[in-house]
C-alpha cells in the first residue's frame, strides 16, 4: 500500500489493463470541478483507494479504480484537443502527454473491455463516432470537459497543476481473486452477472462447455439471465430471487456440487436443464397436449410459473413422473393463471404449488 499521485502512476505505467467484466457505465469523475473548489491548488486531493495487480515491472491490471483512470486519460484527451493546431510549442507539448499518458506506441495504454475499448480508441485516436457512441458516457464527460475549458478559458499549465495535487492509495492484490474482490467493492453497482460467472467458468477450465450452452440454447443476455434465475430458484428453493445476485448463486451452486462430481458432469446437469428450459421459452413440444399448455400458460403471463415447471418438466423427463400427470399439472396451472388475470386477489402461486406437490405424491 502506497500513496501516490494518480497522474504520475500513469505516466509510470506501459499498460493498464481492465477486468473483461468491468464496464464504464457508472458514475465518471469530473476532475475539473476541483478545480472549482481550490482555485489555488493549496490542498492535496485525496481520491481513495485504487486496486491493482501488478502483471509486471510497468504494467497493472485495474482491479478497482477504473473510472477514475479512465476520466484521467478522458481530461488529458481534451486538453490535447483543445489545445491541437494553435502553436508549435503546443502541438509539441501534445505530443509528450499523448506519449506519456494516454499512448503505449500505436495502442492506447488504457485497455478496457471488448465493449468499451471500441468508443475509447475511436475518442483517442480522434476518430468518428457514431449517434449510439455519442450517448456514451465517455463522449459525454469529454464534451463536458471540452467545454468548460473552452467556457471557463482554463489554462493547461493549471489544469496541470491541480492535476498534481490528485492522490490516491495504491494497493497491490498479488494473492487475492481479482473478480471476488470486485464483486465485493462494486456490490452494489449494476454488474453484468454474465460477465462475471463467465470470467469463473475460465478459471476453472470449462468455458467451451459454457459457450455451447449459450450458442445453442440462448442467444441472448436476457434468456440466459431467466434461465439461471428460474435454475437456481429450483435448486435453493428461493422464495424471492436477487437478478443482483445470480453470480453468487451460480459460485455457491457450482462450488456445492463440485464436492460431489466433476466439473464436466455439472455442466451437463445444466445443459440438460438448459434444454428443458429452451423447449418452455419456445414453446417447443411435440405433443400437442403439452404444447397448447404451455400457449395458454404464456398467454396468461405466466412467466413466474416457469421456476416450478422447470422442476416438474426435469421429473418428467426423468420419468419420474407420468405424461398424462405432466400434462394435468400443466393445465391446472394455465387454469391458475386465466384466473389470476380476471381476479386479482386470486390463490397465490405459492400456494398452488403446496396442491402441485401434493398431487404428484399421490400419483
Not at 184 to 206: S, T
Amino acid at each position: 500500500m502506497k500513496v501516490v499521485n494518480l497522474l504520475n502512476f500513469i505516466n509510470k505505467a506501459k499498460d493498464l489493463y481492465t477486468l473483461d467484466y468491468a464496464n464504464c457505465d457508472n458514475e465518471l469523475v469530473n476532475f475539473l470541478d476541483l478545480m472549482t473548489e481550490d482555485e489555488q491548488f493549496t490542498q492535496k486531493v485525496d481520491l481513495g483507494i485504487i486496486f491493482v495487480n501488478q502483471k509486471s515491472f510497468d504494467q497493472y491490471t485495474i482491479v478497482d479504480g477504473l473510472n477514475r483512470i479512465l476520466s484521467l486519460s478522458l481530461l488529458l484527451h481534451a486538453v490535447c484537443e483543445c489545445y491541437k493546431k494553435t502553436t508549435a510549442q503546443n502541438e509539441k507539448a501534445i505530443k509528450t502527454i499523448r506519449n506519456k499518458y494516454l499512448m503505449n506506441g500505436q495502442r492506447t495504454k488504457l485497455r478496457l473491455n471488448d465493449k468499451d475499448s471500441v468508443i475509447y480508441s475511436k475518442i483517442i485516436n480522434g476518430e468518428r463516432l457514431s449517434g449510439h457512441e455519442k450517448k456514451s458516457r465517455m463522449f459525454k464527460l469529454l464534451h463536458s470537459f471540452w467545454s468548460q475549458i473552452k467556457s471557463e478559458n482554463l489554462q493547461a499549465s493549471n489544469i496541470f497543476t491541480m492535476l498534481k495535487k490528485i492522490f490516491v492509495t495504491l494497493v497491490e492484490t498479488d494473492n487475492v481473486s481479482k473478480r471476488n474482490l470486485y464483486y465485493k467493492l462494486n456490490g452494489n453497482r449494476n454488474l453484468n452477472q454474465i460477465l462475471l460467472i463467465e470470467d469463473f467458468l475460465k478459471e476453472n477450465g470449462i468455458e467451451e462447455e459454457w459457450q455451447l450452452i449459450r450458442n445453442k440454447y440462448f442467444s441472448l443476455d436476457s434468456d440466459i439471465e431467466r434461465f439461471l434465475k428460474d435454475f437456481f430458484i429450483t435448486k435453493f428453493n428461493y422464495k424471492k430471487f436477487n437478478p443482483d445476485r445470480l453470480y453468487e448463486s451460480f459460485v455457491n451452486y457450482f462450488e456445492t456440487m463440485m464436492q460431489y462430481m466433476p466439473e464436466d458432469t455439472i455442466m451437463q446437469k445444466m445443459k440438460h436443464a438448459a434444454a428443458l428450459y429452451s423447449n418452455i421459452l419456445n414453446v417447443n413440444f411435440r405433443n400437442d397436449e403439452i404444447k397448447q399448455a404451455f400457449i395458454k400458460i404464456k398467454k396468461y403471463s405466466g412467466e413466474d410459473t416457469y421456476a416450478y415447471i422447470l422442476e416438474v418438466y426435469e421429473d418428467f423427463a426423468d420419468n419420474n413422473i407420468s405424461e398424462t400427470t405432466f400434462i394435468e399439472i400443466l393445465n391446472t396451472i394455465a387454469d391458475y393463471l386465466s384466473n389470476r388475470q380476471k381476479n386479482n386477489n386470486n390463490v397465490e402461486f405459492n400456494e398452488l404449488i403446496q396442491y402441485l406437490n401434493a398431487f404428484i405424491t399421490c400419483k
